[in-house]
């Protein structure tokens, strides 16, 4: 089984949902930052719920937006 993946983007930034097969209990929200054809990761976020880590990337489009 693979691990889940989802992508977002957020303001010119990617946000990715990370749930590994390894560890089912944790979900992992990371922010990317690309620079040039590089991406490195701005931050990580871990939660131990999906909808706590979907609560997390719906408060950055808000806070982004405003």
Same mark, same amino acid.
């Given at each position: 089984?693979?691990? =889940? @993946? $989802?992508?977002? /983007?957020?303001?010119?930034?990617?946000?990715?949902?990370? *749930? @590994?097969? /390894?560890?089912?209990?944790?979900?992992?929200? *990371?922010?990317?930052?690309?620079?040039?054809? =590089?991406?490195?990761? $701005?931050?990580?976020?871990?939660?131990?719920? @999906?909808?706590?880590? $979907?609560?997390?990337? *719906?408060?950055?489009?808000?806070?982004?937006?405003?």
């Amino acid at each position: 089984m693979k691990d =889940f @993946r $989802e992508k977002f /983007s957020v303001n010119g930034k990617t946000v990715e949902l990370i *749930n @590994r097969y /390894s560890d089912p209990a944790m979900w992992i929200v *990371n922010v990317l930052k690309k620079f040039f054809i =590089f991406k490195s990761v $701005e931050s990580s976020h871990w939660f131990n719920s @999906r909808k706590d880590a $979907e609560d997390f990337i *719906n408060d950055l489009k808000l806070i982004k937006s405003s």
